[in-house]
């Protein structure tokens, strides 16, 4: 076994992955890519999840913003209007998922042996 | 707004991605690789996560080797020999998890702000 290695290999999972590697992160950052250049608004990216409460939603939104994943824009209206969408680093990370995805739904059923979430 | 692409969208990251994509099993997952073929005992996986607790590691090997990605092979010996390494399913996991890796090392001062976990 070689020495030193944990900081070396620990560093992208660590520092970058598990910023956004959570199931909710992937979600919101997978339906803002699917609408993209479209932004949508809480309730429309609630309805992509909606077994992903309120709370959570918001703040995996907030911790995807401070990560610069996600850009969140106010509009002074009343009532007020909230749009999200990816930002320019959160369009470049898409492609960098799609074989994990792709993967997933190659091996669906070898990982979950059937046992299904829908 | 299309409707009822919730369960189209969820499935891959609610029943597969969600099942290792969190920081401690794509650790292991990730050193598994690196000695692949050559298996890793508990105590040299430890020493390559050190700030991960034994606990820790010890539901997230279980939760790996129900899902299929990481087989354990005990030793009829004294004191019992445990060793674990990647299942060919798990194998097959790595080419798609490298694109997030190499995204992750390409982005990121862009995502930490510089504020790193060593």
Known sequence: MKELTAEYMACPIRNVIDRFGDKWSLL???????FNPQ??????LHKLMTDCSQKMLSQT??????NHLVS??????????????LTELGRSLMPAIAPLLQWSLDHFSEVTDGKVIV
């Open 72 to 85: 969140r824009k106010q509009y002074a209206e009343i009532p007020p209007r909230v749009e999200y969408c």
């Open 39 to 44: 932004p949508l608004r809480f309730s429309e």
């Open 28 to 34: 919101v950052l997978y339906g803002l890519w699917r």
């Open 61 to 66: 939104l907030k911790s995807l913003e401070k």
